[in-house]
């Protein structure tokens, strides 16, 4: 899989950092509301969809949620992510998956 669309504009920083914690996927949600009808059937979603995920760093727990663009494979519940995080401050993050 690839980069979740929404490194952001700190997200670069973030991840260039180095410091990586293994993120579980708790949730997908469909943003059908964003999107067109689906035109075919097939392995991608014509859907944007949000993706909810926990991670830890040093013994606390941290969640976070984020964008995906329509027209990729999304991750799903239970699947393990790299998340980028700030040492300084590790509720601020960047995720691949």
């Known amino acids: ?3 979740l669309n929404t490194f952001g ?3 670069e920083r973030i991840a260039g950092l180095g410091h990586t ?5 708790t949730d ?3 943003c059908w509301w964003l999107g067109s009808s689906p035109l075919h059937a097939g392995a ?3 859907f944007p969809h949000l993706v909810y995920f926990t991670y ?3 013994g606390v727990q941290y969640s976070g949620c984020r964008y995906v663009g329509a027209g990729g494979r999304f991750p799903e519940a239970g699947e393990e992510i790299t998340v980028f995080y700030d040492p300084e401050n590790p509720k601020n993050f960047a995720v691949r998956v």
């Open 44 to 46: 991608y979603d014509t």
């Open 9 to 11: 504009a700190d997200g």
């Open 28 to 30: 997908v949600r469909e």
């Open 1 to 3: 899989m690839g980069i």
């Open 56 to 58: 830890s760093v040093e």
């Open 21 to 25: 914690a293994v993120g579980v996927i």
